[in-house]
Protein backbone atom coordinates (compact mmCIF):
# COMPACT_ATOMS: atom_id res chain seq x y z
CA UNK A 1 0.00 0.00 0.00
CA UNK A 2 0.93 3.61 -0.54
CA UNK A 3 2.19 5.67 2.03
CA UNK A 4 -0.88 7.48 4.05
CA UNK A 5 -0.22 10.48 5.50
CA UNK A 6 -0.87 9.62 9.31
CA UNK A 7 0.13 13.29 10.85
CA UNK A 8 -3.62 14.63 10.47
CA UNK A 9 -4.18 17.76 13.24
CA UNK A 10 -7.38 17.53 15.15
CA UNK A 11 -9.33 20.39 14.21
CA UNK A 12 -12.04 21.03 16.66
CA UNK A 13 -13.45 19.64 19.66
CA UNK A 14 -12.20 16.06 21.05
CA UNK A 15 -15.94 14.92 21.27
CA UNK A 16 -15.55 14.44 17.11
CA UNK A 17 -13.46 11.05 18.74
CA UNK A 18 -16.83 9.54 19.80
CA UNK A 19 -18.70 7.35 16.86
CA UNK A 20 -22.37 6.11 16.16
CA UNK A 21 -22.87 2.42 17.05
CA UNK A 22 -23.19 2.00 13.19
CA UNK A 23 -19.87 3.06 12.47
CA UNK A 24 -17.97 1.05 14.89
CA UNK A 25 -19.03 -2.49 15.71
CA UNK A 26 -18.19 -2.44 19.47
CA UNK A 27 -20.24 0.77 20.12
CA UNK A 28 -18.75 4.69 20.88
CA UNK A 29 -15.47 5.19 21.90
CA UNK A 30 -16.42 5.72 25.51
CA UNK A 31 -18.13 2.11 25.52
CA UNK A 32 -15.17 0.44 24.43
CA UNK A 33 -13.29 2.50 27.21
CA UNK A 34 -15.94 1.33 29.80
CA UNK A 35 -15.51 -1.74 28.43
CA UNK A 36 -11.95 -2.01 29.46
CA UNK A 37 -12.24 -0.62 33.02
CA UNK A 38 -12.79 3.18 32.99
CA UNK A 39 -15.14 3.76 35.86
CA UNK A 40 -16.12 8.15 35.24
CA UNK A 41 -18.71 9.56 33.33
CA UNK A 42 -18.58 10.13 29.52
CA UNK A 43 -17.91 13.77 30.15
CA UNK A 44 -15.04 12.71 32.78
CA UNK A 45 -13.52 10.09 29.86
CA UNK A 46 -13.69 13.26 27.39
CA UNK A 47 -11.85 15.19 29.89
CA UNK A 48 -8.83 12.46 30.80
CA UNK A 49 -7.80 12.56 26.84
CA UNK A 50 -6.46 16.31 28.13
CA UNK A 51 -3.14 16.67 29.83
CA UNK A 52 -3.55 18.04 32.89
CA UNK A 53 -3.57 22.05 32.34
CA UNK A 54 -5.51 20.87 29.15
CA UNK A 55 -2.83 22.33 26.79
CA UNK A 56 -1.29 19.25 25.62
CA UNK A 57 -4.08 17.64 23.81
CA UNK A 58 -3.67 20.28 21.12
CA UNK A 59 -1.04 18.27 19.79
CA UNK A 60 -2.63 15.35 19.40
CA UNK A 61 -3.10 13.60 16.21
CA UNK A 62 -5.31 10.98 14.74
CA UNK A 63 -2.49 8.28 14.75
CA UNK A 64 -2.16 9.08 18.90
CA UNK A 65 -5.93 8.66 18.73
CA UNK A 66 -5.79 5.16 16.53
CA UNK A 67 -3.22 4.06 18.85
CA UNK A 68 -5.22 4.87 21.61
CA UNK A 69 -8.65 3.23 19.89
CA UNK A 70 -6.48 -0.16 19.47
CA UNK A 71 -5.55 -0.72 23.35
CA UNK A 72 -9.37 0.26 23.84
CA UNK A 73 -10.83 -2.07 21.92
CA UNK A 74 -11.17 -1.11 17.99
CA UNK A 75 -10.05 -3.55 15.36
CA UNK A 76 -10.37 -1.35 12.14
CA UNK A 77 -7.72 -0.33 9.71
CA UNK A 78 -6.32 3.58 10.27
CA UNK A 79 -8.67 4.74 7.48
CA UNK A 80 -11.14 2.89 9.00
CA UNK A 81 -11.21 5.32 12.20
CA UNK A 82 -10.27 8.18 10.22
CA UNK A 83 -13.06 7.80 8.49
CA UNK A 84 -15.59 5.97 10.36
CA UNK A 85 -14.83 7.33 13.64
CA UNK A 86 -13.00 11.06 13.35
CA UNK A 87 -15.21 11.34 9.82
CA UNK A 88 -12.34 12.57 8.13
CA UNK A 89 -11.43 11.63 4.76
CA UNK A 90 -8.06 10.04 4.17
CA UNK A 91 -6.52 10.00 0.62
CA UNK A 92 -3.90 7.30 -0.11
CA UNK A 93 -0.79 9.31 -1.75
CA UNK A 94 -0.63 8.13 -5.34
CA UNK A 95 -1.96 8.82 -8.42
CA UNK A 96 -3.35 5.39 -9.45
CA UNK A 97 -6.46 7.18 -10.76
CA UNK A 98 -5.14 9.51 -12.39
CA UNK A 99 -2.37 7.21 -14.24
CA UNK A 100 -5.09 5.14 -14.82
CA UNK A 101 -7.30 7.01 -16.98
CA UNK A 102 -4.57 9.15 -18.89
CA UNK A 103 -2.77 6.30 -19.40
CA UNK A 104 -4.85 4.83 -22.13
CA UNK A 105 -4.10 7.85 -24.89
CA UNK A 106 -0.79 6.94 -24.73
CA UNK A 107 0.64 4.38 -27.66
CA UNK A 108 3.56 2.82 -28.19
CA UNK A 109 5.00 3.30 -31.36
CA UNK A 110 6.69 0.98 -33.76
CA UNK A 111 8.02 1.79 -37.46
CA UNK A 112 8.96 -0.53 -40.09
CA UNK A 113 12.05 0.31 -42.14
CA UNK A 114 13.74 -1.32 -45.32
CA UNK A 115 17.15 -0.15 -46.81
CA UNK A 116 18.56 -1.59 -50.02
CA UNK A 117 21.90 -2.63 -49.77
CA UNK A 118 24.80 -3.78 -51.90
CA UNK A 119 24.28 -3.76 -55.65
CA UNK A 120 26.29 -1.57 -57.93
CA UNK A 121 28.28 -3.30 -60.93
CA UNK A 122 27.93 -6.59 -59.29
CA UNK A 123 24.47 -6.81 -58.86
CA UNK A 124 23.06 -9.08 -55.78
CA UNK A 125 21.25 -6.24 -54.24
CA UNK A 126 19.79 -7.25 -51.24
CA UNK A 127 16.85 -5.42 -48.73
CA UNK A 128 17.91 -5.06 -45.44
CA UNK A 129 14.83 -4.81 -42.60
CA UNK A 130 15.31 -2.92 -39.85
CA UNK A 131 12.46 -0.86 -37.03
CA UNK A 132 12.07 1.88 -34.32
CA UNK A 133 10.38 2.08 -31.36
CA UNK A 134 9.14 5.19 -29.41
CA UNK A 135 5.69 6.88 -27.98
CA UNK A 136 2.68 8.88 -29.49
CA UNK A 137 -0.41 10.14 -27.67
CA UNK A 138 -3.93 10.03 -28.87
CA UNK A 139 -5.66 14.09 -29.13
CA UNK A 140 -8.34 13.30 -31.08
CA UNK A 141 -10.64 9.97 -31.10
CA UNK A 142 -13.41 8.80 -33.00
CA UNK A 143 -14.17 5.43 -31.05
CA UNK A 144 -17.89 4.57 -33.31
CA UNK A 145 -15.80 4.92 -36.66
CA UNK A 146 -12.39 3.76 -34.96
CA UNK A 147 -10.81 6.33 -36.22
CA UNK A 148 -7.75 8.33 -34.13
CA UNK A 149 -5.31 11.54 -34.58
CA UNK A 150 -1.69 10.59 -33.10
CA UNK A 151 0.64 12.76 -32.36
CA UNK A 152 4.68 12.00 -31.91
CA UNK A 153 8.21 13.36 -32.68
CA UNK A 154 9.45 13.68 -36.37
CA UNK A 155 12.67 11.67 -35.23
CA UNK A 156 10.63 8.57 -33.87
CA UNK A 157 9.43 8.17 -37.98
CA UNK A 158 11.90 9.52 -39.69
CA UNK A 159 15.08 7.43 -40.85
CA UNK A 160 17.06 9.10 -43.59
CA UNK A 161 19.01 6.08 -44.54
CA UNK A 162 15.55 4.40 -45.56
CA UNK A 163 14.32 3.32 -49.21
CA UNK A 164 11.43 5.03 -48.40
CA UNK A 165 13.82 8.70 -48.16
CA UNK A 166 12.91 9.34 -44.42
CA UNK A 167 9.09 8.57 -43.11
CA UNK A 168 8.20 5.06 -42.82
CA UNK A 169 5.56 2.94 -44.22
CA UNK A 170 5.03 0.90 -41.78
CA UNK A 171 3.54 2.11 -38.28
CA UNK A 172 2.06 0.17 -35.88
CA UNK A 173 0.10 1.74 -32.74
CA UNK A 174 -0.32 -0.47 -29.12
CA UNK A 175 -2.23 1.07 -26.37
CA UNK A 176 -1.72 -0.43 -22.61
CA UNK A 177 -2.59 -4.18 -22.63
CA UNK A 178 -2.81 -5.01 -25.81
CA UNK A 179 -1.16 -8.33 -27.58
CA UNK A 180 1.91 -7.00 -28.76
CA UNK A 181 3.56 -9.30 -31.92
CA UNK A 182 5.04 -6.73 -34.15
CA UNK A 183 8.33 -8.10 -35.08
CA UNK A 184 11.47 -6.32 -35.58
CA UNK A 185 12.76 -8.60 -38.00
CA UNK A 186 9.77 -8.90 -40.55
CA UNK A 187 7.86 -5.68 -39.62
CA UNK A 188 5.04 -8.16 -39.97
CA UNK A 189 2.35 -7.94 -36.87
CA UNK A 190 -0.31 -10.81 -35.87
CA UNK A 191 -1.56 -8.99 -32.60
CA UNK A 192 -3.65 -6.28 -31.36
CA UNK A 193 -1.38 -3.20 -33.67
CA UNK A 194 -3.20 -0.43 -35.25
CA UNK A 195 -1.93 -0.05 -39.04
CA UNK A 196 -0.90 4.16 -38.72
CA UNK A 197 -0.25 6.59 -41.58
CA UNK A 198 1.67 9.71 -41.56
CA UNK A 199 0.21 13.12 -42.07
CA UNK A 200 2.74 15.65 -41.84
CA UNK A 201 5.09 17.13 -39.42
CA UNK A 202 7.84 19.33 -39.82
CA UNK A 203 11.72 17.83 -38.78
CA UNK A 204 12.59 21.74 -37.46
CA UNK A 205 9.79 21.30 -34.69
CA UNK A 206 10.15 17.26 -34.05
CA UNK A 207 6.86 17.31 -34.05
CA UNK A 208 4.86 14.70 -36.80
CA UNK A 209 1.00 13.45 -36.74
CA UNK A 210 -0.35 9.93 -37.36
CA UNK A 211 -3.84 8.92 -38.27
CA UNK A 212 -5.44 5.55 -37.15
CA UNK A 213 -8.81 4.90 -39.61
CA UNK A 214 -11.35 2.10 -38.94
CA UNK A 215 -9.74 0.06 -36.21
CA UNK A 216 -11.61 -2.82 -35.36
CA UNK A 217 -9.47 -2.89 -31.92
CA UNK A 218 -9.81 0.78 -31.76
CA UNK A 219 -13.48 0.79 -30.91
CA UNK A 220 -13.56 -1.85 -28.51
CA UNK A 221 -10.54 -0.90 -26.95
CA UNK A 222 -10.67 1.40 -23.52
CA UNK A 223 -8.67 4.21 -25.60
CA UNK A 224 -9.06 7.61 -24.76
CA UNK A 225 -8.08 11.13 -26.32
CA UNK A 226 -5.82 13.21 -23.91
CA UNK A 227 -6.62 16.92 -22.91
CA UNK A 228 -4.22 19.83 -23.47
CA UNK A 229 -3.20 21.74 -20.53
CA UNK A 230 -2.14 25.37 -21.13
CA UNK A 231 1.74 24.96 -20.94
CA UNK A 232 2.47 28.80 -20.56
CA UNK A 233 0.96 28.02 -16.80
CA UNK A 234 3.28 25.29 -15.89
CA UNK A 235 5.34 26.19 -12.69
CA UNK A 236 8.71 25.65 -11.46
CA UNK A 237 8.78 22.06 -8.87
CA UNK A 238 5.18 21.46 -10.04
CA UNK A 239 4.51 17.38 -9.97
CA UNK A 240 4.43 15.53 -13.54
CA UNK A 241 4.55 11.78 -14.71
CA UNK A 242 5.63 10.63 -18.27
CA UNK A 243 4.07 8.12 -19.80
CA UNK A 244 5.78 5.92 -22.92
CA UNK A 245 7.47 3.19 -24.09
CA UNK A 246 11.17 2.77 -23.04
CA UNK A 247 13.27 1.26 -24.02
CA UNK A 248 10.29 -0.31 -26.61
CA UNK A 249 9.14 -2.90 -23.99
CA UNK A 250 5.84 -1.23 -23.83
CA UNK A 251 3.59 1.46 -21.66
CA UNK A 252 5.25 2.53 -18.32
CA UNK A 253 4.98 5.88 -16.26
CA UNK A 254 7.67 7.61 -14.43
CA UNK A 255 6.87 10.55 -11.89
CA UNK A 256 9.13 14.05 -11.16
CA UNK A 257 8.48 17.38 -11.07
CA UNK A 258 9.29 20.25 -13.54
CA UNK A 259 12.59 21.54 -13.35
CA UNK A 260 12.67 24.04 -16.01
CA UNK A 261 9.49 25.59 -17.18
CA UNK A 262 10.86 26.83 -20.03
CA UNK A 263 14.73 26.89 -22.24
CA UNK A 264 15.92 25.84 -25.52
CA UNK A 265 18.02 23.22 -25.90
CA UNK A 266 20.20 22.58 -29.39
CA UNK A 267 19.98 19.16 -30.50
CA UNK A 268 21.69 17.62 -33.96
CA UNK A 269 18.67 17.38 -36.82
CA UNK A 270 17.00 14.23 -37.74
CA UNK A 271 18.25 14.05 -41.22
CA UNK A 272 22.09 14.80 -39.96
CA UNK A 273 22.50 17.55 -41.76
CA UNK A 274 22.67 20.10 -38.87
CA UNK A 275 21.62 21.57 -35.72
CA UNK A 276 18.38 22.46 -34.34
CA UNK A 277 17.08 24.59 -31.81
CA UNK A 278 13.96 23.30 -29.53
CA UNK A 279 12.05 25.04 -26.96
CA UNK A 280 11.68 22.12 -24.22
CA UNK A 281 10.41 22.35 -20.42
CA UNK A 282 13.10 20.22 -18.10
CA UNK A 283 12.02 17.12 -16.14
CA UNK A 284 13.69 15.04 -13.38
CA UNK A 285 11.21 12.37 -14.35
CA UNK A 286 12.66 9.40 -15.71
CA UNK A 287 12.89 9.64 -19.63
CA UNK A 288 14.88 7.05 -21.64
CA UNK A 289 14.70 5.96 -25.29
CA UNK A 290 11.59 4.67 -26.45
CA UNK A 291 9.41 7.43 -24.29
CA UNK A 292 10.27 9.87 -27.10
CA UNK A 293 6.69 10.96 -28.97
CA UNK A 294 5.11 10.30 -25.13
CA UNK A 295 3.25 12.25 -22.60
CA UNK A 296 4.46 14.43 -20.07
CA UNK A 297 0.84 14.67 -17.97
CA UNK A 298 0.11 17.38 -14.68
CA UNK A 299 -0.64 16.02 -11.57
CA UNK A 300 -4.34 16.78 -12.68
CA UNK A 301 -3.72 14.29 -15.78
CA UNK A 302 -3.88 17.14 -18.24
CA UNK A 303 -1.44 16.77 -20.90
CA UNK A 304 1.50 19.45 -20.79
CA UNK A 305 3.84 18.31 -22.53
CA UNK A 306 5.06 15.72 -25.40
CA UNK A 307 8.74 14.04 -24.32
CA UNK A 308 11.84 14.25 -27.27
CA UNK A 309 15.14 13.89 -25.68
CA UNK A 310 17.10 13.55 -22.53
CA UNK A 311 20.64 14.40 -21.69
CA UNK A 312 22.72 11.52 -22.24
CA UNK A 313 26.26 12.93 -21.00
CA UNK A 314 27.90 10.40 -18.21
CA UNK A 315 28.21 13.21 -15.69
CA UNK A 316 24.27 14.25 -15.65
CA UNK A 317 21.38 12.68 -14.05
CA UNK A 318 17.65 13.27 -13.86
CA UNK A 319 17.49 15.97 -17.08
CA UNK A 320 14.45 15.05 -19.48
CA UNK A 321 12.94 17.21 -21.92
CA UNK A 322 9.20 17.75 -22.96
CA UNK A 323 7.93 20.24 -25.80
CA UNK A 324 5.30 22.65 -24.14
CA UNK A 325 1.48 21.63 -25.20
CA UNK A 326 0.72 24.92 -25.74
CA UNK A 327 3.25 24.81 -28.78
CA UNK A 328 2.86 21.23 -29.98
CA UNK A 329 -1.05 21.84 -30.17
CA UNK A 330 -0.58 25.01 -32.29
CA UNK A 331 1.52 23.05 -34.57
CA UNK A 332 -1.06 20.16 -34.96
CA UNK A 333 -3.52 22.62 -36.04
CA UNK A 334 -0.87 24.59 -38.31
CA UNK A 335 -0.38 20.97 -40.09
CA UNK A 336 -3.96 19.94 -40.50
CA UNK A 337 -4.78 23.34 -41.82
CA UNK A 338 -1.56 23.14 -44.51
CA UNK A 339 -2.48 19.70 -45.61
CA UNK A 340 -2.14 19.56 -49.29
CA UNK A 341 -2.22 15.82 -51.33
CA UNK A 342 -2.72 14.10 -48.43
CA UNK A 343 0.48 15.14 -46.63
CA UNK A 344 0.60 18.48 -44.15
CA UNK A 345 3.85 20.58 -43.04
CA UNK A 346 4.28 23.81 -41.18
CA UNK A 347 3.81 27.26 -42.47
CA UNK A 348 5.28 29.90 -40.10
CA UNK A 349 4.19 33.37 -39.83
CA UNK A 350 7.23 35.80 -39.96
CA UNK A 351 7.39 39.11 -39.36
CA UNK A 352 11.07 39.62 -40.56
CA UNK A 353 12.28 41.09 -37.89
CA UNK A 354 14.85 40.42 -34.71
CA UNK A 355 13.74 40.27 -31.34
CA UNK A 356 15.79 39.91 -28.63
CA UNK A 357 14.60 40.25 -24.40
CA UNK A 358 15.29 43.64 -23.26
CA UNK A 359 14.36 42.70 -19.48
CA UNK A 360 13.82 39.38 -17.99
CA UNK A 361 12.39 39.80 -13.86
CA UNK A 362 11.29 37.05 -12.02
CA UNK A 363 8.09 37.45 -9.47
CA UNK A 364 5.45 35.69 -7.46
CA UNK A 365 1.89 35.67 -8.82
CA UNK A 366 -1.20 35.21 -7.10
CA UNK A 367 -0.58 31.78 -6.35
CA UNK A 368 2.77 32.38 -4.79
CA UNK A 369 4.13 30.60 -7.67
CA UNK A 370 7.84 31.87 -8.85
CA UNK A 371 7.61 33.06 -12.34
CA UNK A 372 9.89 34.83 -15.22
CA UNK A 373 7.99 38.46 -17.06
CA UNK A 374 10.51 39.30 -19.72
CA UNK A 375 10.21 42.29 -22.82
CA UNK A 376 10.69 41.27 -26.18
CA UNK A 377 11.79 44.40 -28.20
CA UNK A 378 12.63 44.20 -31.64
CA UNK A 379 16.11 44.34 -32.21
CA UNK A 380 16.50 45.16 -36.33
CA UNK A 381 13.92 44.65 -39.56
CA UNK A 382 15.24 42.18 -41.86
CA UNK A 383 14.48 43.61 -45.25
CA UNK A 384 12.22 46.10 -46.97
CA UNK A 385 9.81 42.86 -48.17
CA UNK A 386 9.01 41.99 -44.89
CA UNK A 387 5.76 41.37 -42.98
CA UNK A 388 6.43 43.79 -40.76
CA UNK A 389 8.69 46.46 -42.83
CA UNK A 390 7.72 50.11 -42.05
CA UNK A 391 5.19 48.67 -39.44
CA UNK A 392 7.34 47.54 -36.52
CA UNK A 393 10.53 49.45 -36.15
CA UNK A 394 13.66 48.99 -34.09
CA UNK A 395 13.13 49.77 -30.11
CA UNK A 396 9.64 48.51 -30.30
CA UNK A 397 8.94 46.43 -27.03
CA UNK A 398 5.98 44.09 -27.41
CA UNK A 399 3.14 44.19 -25.02
CA UNK A 400 0.47 42.88 -26.44
CA UNK A 401 -0.93 40.41 -29.48
CA UNK A 402 -4.50 39.98 -30.99
CA UNK A 403 -4.84 37.81 -34.24
CA UNK A 404 -8.11 39.00 -36.46
CA UNK A 405 -10.99 40.03 -34.13
CA UNK A 406 -9.77 37.58 -31.44
CA UNK A 407 -8.88 38.29 -27.85
CA UNK A 408 -5.74 40.32 -26.83
CA UNK A 409 -3.15 38.12 -24.76
CA UNK A 410 -0.57 39.84 -22.69
CA UNK A 411 3.07 39.00 -23.64
CA UNK A 412 4.93 37.85 -20.51
CA UNK A 413 7.63 35.97 -22.38
CA UNK A 414 9.73 36.27 -25.41
CA UNK A 415 8.23 32.57 -26.42
CA UNK A 416 4.94 33.23 -26.06
CA UNK A 417 5.02 35.53 -29.97
CA UNK A 418 6.52 32.53 -31.62
CA UNK A 419 3.72 30.38 -30.51
CA UNK A 420 1.02 32.55 -31.08
CA UNK A 421 2.40 33.24 -34.83
CA UNK A 422 2.25 29.35 -35.08
CA UNK A 423 -1.99 30.27 -35.56
CA UNK A 424 -1.50 32.76 -37.97
CA UNK A 425 -2.88 31.48 -42.15
CA UNK A 426 -2.69 33.39 -44.98
CA UNK A 427 -4.49 36.28 -44.98
CA UNK A 428 -4.69 37.25 -41.16
CA UNK A 429 -4.22 40.77 -39.66
CA UNK A 430 -2.24 40.40 -36.29
CA UNK A 431 -2.49 43.71 -34.01
CA UNK A 432 0.25 44.57 -31.91
CA UNK A 433 0.00 46.40 -28.83
CA UNK A 434 3.69 47.91 -28.23
CA UNK A 435 5.55 50.68 -26.32
CA UNK A 436 7.01 53.05 -28.73
CA UNK A 437 9.54 55.88 -27.47
CA UNK A 438 7.61 55.60 -23.92
CA UNK A 439 4.00 55.76 -25.38
CA UNK A 440 2.23 52.82 -25.78
CA UNK A 441 0.57 52.22 -29.31
CA UNK A 442 -1.08 49.72 -31.74
CA UNK A 443 0.20 48.81 -35.13
CA UNK A 444 -1.60 45.65 -37.65
CA UNK A 445 0.16 43.49 -39.81
CA UNK A 446 -1.01 41.89 -42.80
CA UNK A 447 0.04 38.45 -43.65
CA UNK A 448 -1.87 38.22 -47.29
CA UNK A 449 1.41 36.82 -49.30
CA UNK A 450 2.85 33.34 -49.09
CA UNK A 451 6.08 35.18 -48.91
CA UNK A 452 5.51 35.77 -45.66
CA UNK A 453 5.14 32.31 -44.32
CA UNK A 454 8.21 30.36 -43.80
CA UNK A 455 7.79 26.19 -44.71
CA UNK A 456 8.87 23.35 -42.95
CA UNK A 457 8.47 19.39 -43.39
Known sequence: MARILKNI????????????????????AYDLAVKNGFTGTEAEWLQSLHGADGEDGNNLTAADLYAEAQKNGFTGTYIEFCQKVLQVNVNEDNDTDTVAKNVMSVVSIYCGFSQTVGGGM???AQSKYYSAAGSGVIIDLNKEAGNALIVTNYHVVYDSSSDTKGISDMIYLYTY????????DTGDEYGDGMRAT???????????LLKVEGSEYLKSSLATEAQFANSDEVC???????VGNPDGAGIAVTGGIISVESEYITMSSTDGKGSVDYRVMRTDAAINHGNSGGALFNAEGDLIGITNAKNVDTDVDNMGYALPSTQVKNLCDNILANTTDGVGSVKVARLGVEVTPSASVPYYDANGNLRIREEAMVAKVSSASSAAYNILKVGDVFQAISIGNGEWVELKRQ?????LLLTVRKGDTVNFRIKRDGSVTTVSVNFNKDSYFAVYS
Open 198 to 208: YIGGAMDYDIA
Open 177 to 184: GALNRFSP
Open 236 to 242: LGEKVFA
Open 122 to 124: WGN
Open 9 to 28: LLVGALSAVICTTAACSGGT
Open 415 to 419: YQLND
